[in-house]
C-alpha cells in the first residue's frame, strides 16, 4: 500500500519531486514511519517505475516514469479514499506556499567589518519583481531585517508599490 501511496502522489503532484517534498507530502498526510517509506521508495526505484535523479551531492530528484503511471492508474483505486482525499487536499496549498517562500529572497551582504547592508527581492521564478537595497548598520540590524522582509513580503511588496504609484487623480499625467 505504501508503493501505491507514494505512486499516487508522484501522479497527482504532475511534475518532478526533491526527496524532502514527496517525504513531506507522504509523511505529513499518512501514518507511515520514515524507514517503510524509504524501503518503499528504493522498491519503486528498482523495479523501474520511478526515476531517481542526483543533479547536486545533496539532492535527489523523482520521477513518475510511464511505467509508473501506468501501475498508477491501476492501483490507485486500492488506496482507500481517506487517504487519496488529504493527499489531493494538500498538494496544492503546498506547492503554493513553497512558491510564495521561494518567491521572497534577502540577504545579508558585509560594507566593512562593522557595518552590513541587506539585499532584497521578490521573484516570479526568476524574473525579478522588485529588488531593494539598504544600509543596515550592525549585523543584528541586518539580520531582523532579512527576517521581517521574508515574513512580511507581500505586505512590504504592496507598501513599495503603492508609494511607487501614482495616485489616480488625474493630477499627474504621463507624456
Given amino acids: ?40 521508495l528504493d522498491n519503486l526505484i528498482n523495479i523501474g517505475l520511478l526515476a531517481r535523479y542526483k543533479p547536486e551531492e545533496n539532492l535527489h530528484i523523482y520521477e513518475l516514469t510511464e511505467k509508473g503511471k501506468e501501475a498508477n492508474g491501476f492501483f490507485y483505486r486500492s488506496i482507500p479514499i481517506y487517504i487519496r482525499e488529504p493527499i489531493l487536499e494538500y498538494i ?61 513580503q507581500d505586505e512590504i511588496y504592496q507598501a513599495v508599490l503603492y508609494a511607487m504609484t501614482p495616485a489616480e487623480d488625474g493630477a499627474e499625467e504621463e507624456e
Fill in 1 to 40: 500500500l505504501i508503493q501505491y501511496i507514494i505512486l499516487f502522489t508522484m501522479a497527482s503532484a504532475d511534475r518532478t519531486l526533491t526527496h524532502n517534498q514527496l517525504t513531506s507530502l507522504v509523511l505529513d498526510k499518512c501514518n507511515i514511519s520514515f524507514t517503510d517509506f524509504s524501503i518503499a
Fill in 92 to 152: 496544492a496549498p503546498f506547492f503554493r506556499e513553497e512558491i510564495r517562500k521561494s518567491s521572497a529572497r534577502a540577504e545579508i551582504m558585509p560594507i566593512n567589518e562593522q557595518e552590513f547592508m541587506v539585499q532584497c527581492g521578490i521573484y516570479d521564478n526568476k524574473t525579478p519583481l522588485m529588488e531593494l537595497s539598504f544600509y543596515a548598520g550592525t549585523r543584528k540590524m541586518a539580520a531582523q531585517m532579512v527576517r521581517h522582509f521574508k515574513e512580511k
